[in-house]
């Protein structure tokens, strides 16, 4: 197995050749609050064909708790979490970035999966670290802010995709995003 070995201010890095960490909002990529079995499968199909993971990659993913079974069963081999309230997946993910600790010692790259601007500071300190960061954006809009942190960013859907029919209505979000679309 190849290593990385490279020095960022004297301090020695290490993480096998490649290894990336996923951070994945479903229920962001999804572009709901409680996605159905079939949007969260099309989400994971859609990460996937999008984003490739390697076999030492580490996936952590956060929903609500009214999607964790769906996630979980459509998303085996991941870390999940999951969370109620405002922002609740935005910050499960963001402690469980803390609990890893030195995200850009341990890995090569980190690929996010969520167009929500709460996370631009974090892209940006792991690319003041050194390490790539692309940010990968499902349903709805990714956050200008975001989107000047990442290294790179990719729509994980065809624009014109539509949407896996809902089988109960969607709820309304009552939190106000400033985001904007990506820039072409």
Sequence with gaps: MGTTDTSDAGVA???????RLH??????????GYP?????????????????????????????HMTGVS?????????????????????ALLEAVGRIGDVSRRFAGVVLGSGDG???????????????????????????????????????FSPTAAPAPCSRPRRQSTRVRHAQPAMA
């Design 13 to 19: 890095r290490w993480c096998p050749t490649g290894r």
């Design 23 to 32: 951070l994945i909002d479903a229920d962001n990529l999804a572009g709901s």
């Design 36 to 64: 159905t079995i079939a949007e969260v499968r099309e989400v994971h199909d859609a990460y996937r064909t999008a984003v490739v993971a390697g076999p030492l990659d580490h996936t952590i993913i956060a929903c609500s």
């Design 71 to 91: 996630v979980g069963l459509e998303w085996p081999g991941a870390q999940l979490l999951w969370r109620s309230g405002p922002d609740g997946a935005d910050l």
């Design 118 to 156: 709460i996370f631009a500071p974090l892209i940006r300190s792991i690319r003041r670290a050194g390490t790539p960061a692309t940010v990968a954006w499902g349903r709805g809009a990714i956050s200008r802010e975001l989107q000047l942190a990442a290294s790179q960013t990719l729509q994980i």
